[in-house]
């Protein structure tokens, strides 16, 4: 990805910009609580953007059900798109995935995906927004349009986390 890209904001502006569920997951690394982002369970076809800057990032063709009530996919749409950081917080040592355009935290990738990459890029559903396909309709569990997640889940529940397939984002 070419650095003129790159998308600097202020923090009133990212206020501004993101609703408080999404800026809290997405500036000040926080992690939604399992099995109640918007986008946990869709299966609605399209590519999923960064809600900070709109920059595409995964596709739905590698999302799967990892039972671990987040997001998760197997790649992203183009590995430039995310940059990967170590993350020894909470007493665990994992990898950050952080949009590479803005600086968004996303949420973790693990080693324990299925083939054909082995990885499991857990997701928080509000650092993303769904751009569906064209030909997707009206699915169930479709989260296109505003930012669904209720105000009394924005707490972190980052200590539950861990590598394992079922409980990490």
Known sequence: MDESERVERSDAEWRARLTPRQYEVTRLEGTERPFTGR???TTTPGTYRCVGCGLELFSSGTKYDAGCGWPSFTAPVDPAAVEETPDDGHGMRRTEV??????????HVFDDGPAPTGQRYCINSASLDLEEAEDAGSESGSGSGSDSDSESDAGSDSDSESGSGSGSE
Do not use: E, N, P, V
């Open 39 to 41: 986008y946990w369970d």
């Open 98 to 107: 952080i949009c590479r355009r803005c600086g968004a935290h996303l949420g």
